[in-house]
């Protein structure tokens, strides 16, 4: 796919409308994580940078059409201006055009046009500005008024952080280099199983974790103890071996794991009945060493263990520390992407030593499942405006 980009595009003296993903994790107004905002901040500077005016939409929770002081932006806006160290007006009012150099527009999900993609509520939008700029890929497979329906309206284009999205997504999936291992952990096949059917016919190896691991191996017929598995998804699960047999692909699944309670590491076959699968084991990391040194690509999506309970975390924590040697070493192209990833690889103090790393989470694994992105869509060349 070939996006319209800004390249070229003259901007001075223009009020750009630019979507951003500013839903930061918050508590009591404080903001957690700002690696979002960080990431959002290579348009919004380039944008000023030209001459351009800006309004930035973004939304916050999920306030169902109703304002919540709770979900506002204005705590965000603070961290805009201390990370850009420019001056940024916050406008609660939709209803008139902003003036200011950088605007940050309240939680556009205040208003019910916005999710319902409504063309009247997208027109009121483009009143305020001359373009619009979408460099918000983690929303992008919504199809709401600020994502979408804008986007028959205002002459639109990708930013540049939708640009490497699209970028390192399209090579992983469509043209990368071989051997490809993909690591897919969760605590739910389900929720993955498209992405799992998808991935098998692009890659050599697919590494499993959490509790989707643990479905494979009671497929597999092996002990699990008391952990937590899905008894209805163990025909797909089957189906999946059944596949990748065919296709010639290998699926990895652990062979030791750190146990609860008591964090006790034995080798999956002396699991006792009352025991939990909490993480992979040392010997399992061993393993995934060697496939990934011998790997040349490698797409990740979900710490392999209870990562939020140390000492649970070794394993993915590893796993990232890994990754990133070979990848600052030139001889692995790596991509990351979702929360509980992210966090991990913060942790790990090796956020920037990957390829690239996603911030989308549902659109990261749509892409994943190969489904069409409304907001991305809108934005290929072959679309007008």
């Known amino acids: ?82 990370n850009l160290q420019e001056p940024i007006i916050f406008q609660k009012e939709w209803n008139h055009r902003p003036h200011a150099s950088i605007t940050l527009l309240d939680n556009i999900r205040f208003h019910r046009g916005e999710e319902e993609n409504d063309m009247l509520f997208a027109a009121e939008i483009a009143k305020l500005g001359d373009l619009y700029v979408n460099d918000a890929f983690s929303v992008s497979h919504r199809a709401h008024a600020s994502v979408e329906a804008i986007t028959h309206i205002l002459p639109s284009y990708a930013g540049r952080l939708m640009e490497d999205e699209i970028s390192a997504l399209t090579k992983i999936l469509d043209h990368p280099e071989h051997p490809v291992t993909a690591i897919v952990a969760g605590s739910k096949i389900s929720t993955k199983l498209t992405v799992l059917e998808n991935l098998l016919d692009r890659i050599d190896t697919l590494i499993v974790g959490g509790g989707i691991a643990n479905t494979f191996l009671k497929a597999m017929g092996l002990p699990i103890g008391a952990s937590i598995f899905e008894r209805d998804m163990l025909d797909e699960t089957h189906s999946i071996l059944e596949k990748a047999k065919t296709l010639n692909k290998t699926i990895f699944v652990p062979r030791d794991a750190n146990l609860d309670p008591g964090s006790r590491i034995a080798e999956i076959s002396a699991i006792e009945s009352s025991e939990k699968i909490f993480d992979m084991g040392p010997e399992s990391v061993v393993d995934i060493r060697k496939i990934l040194e011998a ?91």
């Open 1 to 82: 796919m070939k996006l319209r980009t800004l390249d070229g595009v003259d901007v001075a003296g223009k009020i750009v409308l630019l979507r951003l993903d500013l839903n930061l994790p918050m508590k009591d107004g404080v903001i957690l994580d700002q690696t979002r905002l960080k990431l959002s901040l290579k348009t919004l500077q380039e944008l000023h940078s030209k001459g351009a005016k800006v309004v930035i939409m973004s939304h916050l929770g999920r306030p169902k059409g109703r304002e919540d002081p709770v979900l506002s932006l204005e705590p965000i806006a603070q961290a805009l201006e201390t």
């Open 295 to 385: 790997s040349k690509t490698v797409i990740w999506n979900g710490p392999v263990g209870v990562f939020e309970i140390p000492p649970y975390d070794e394993s993915s924590l590893e796993i990232a520390r890994i990754i990133a040697v070979l990848t600052q070493k030139g001889a692995l192209y790596s991509v990351a992407g979702g929360g509980e990833t992210i966090a991990c690889l913060n942790k790990a103090g090796v956020m920037d030593k990957f390829s690239h790393v996603s911030t989308a989470g549902g659109a990261f694994l749509e892409w994943l499942e190969g489904k069409k992105l409304p907001g991305v869509e809108r934005l290929s060349t072959d679309v007008s405006r």
